[in-house]
């Protein structure tokens, strides 16, 4: 399978297995571990497709239990959005936007890029952007305190840190990549393996990552963040 969009070519294989019988109506489909093993990919990968399935009504994931067959006929394709600019016409395959950016590529991304955002933010943050990342840090800590599914302050939290490191096309990128987390795909990933207990450890990272802006200590905000995003990508990526 070609790296490119693998998560698609996994979600069309197992579409044309039950399509083919091979897994049929009412059946489970095998754990991800035999699923990446059988075709050459990663958990994470399978994973990724198998939400896509359930997302497109094609399977059903119940926890502890397993991934469920609830429809064998399906002629979705996942498709891929670009743009009317003026661009050369021979530019514009390589420059549209490609709308099936997957949850881990999501992450991935993110863990490159914010640790490097914090460190920047610590050393050139003013004072008023400092007061705006504690104002978002205290509305995340209200939206745990009222069980809030929406997490703004979270993500509030995070664009305010890219804001801070006063690179305008860094900003821009983070922001991009959080509007990716309102996909269907990420918001179920988020829904079926977000542990209760998370949004109060995030709470805890993002203080220690504010902590470091505060002081200006670049190193301190770069390892607190990168620490963070690793916790994320672990959780999302735990068996269960």
Known sequence: MTQTRLYQNIFNKIQDDIKNGIYQLGSKLPPERDLAQQ?????????????????????????????YVIKDQQDQVLEQTGFNTNIHPLLIPHLKEDSAVTPFEVLEARLQIEPYLA??????????QLEEIKEAFFMNVRDNLEHSSEHIGDRLFHIRIAEASQNSAFSFFLKYLLGKQYTELFSRMRSLYTPEDMPLRSQHEHQEI??????????????????????VINIFSRKV
Do not use: P
């Open 39 to 67: 075709l050459g990919v990663s958990r994470t990968s399978v994973r990724e497709a198998i939400i896509a399935l359930e997302v497109n009504g094609i399977v059903e994931v119940k926890l502890g239990s397993g991934v």
């Open 119 to 128: 460190e920047l933010a610590a050393k050139h943050r003013t004072d008023e």
């Open 210 to 231: 504010m902590a470091a802006i505060q002081s200006q200590d670049g190193a301190a905000a770069y390892k607190a963040m990168q620490k963070h995003l690793q916790n």
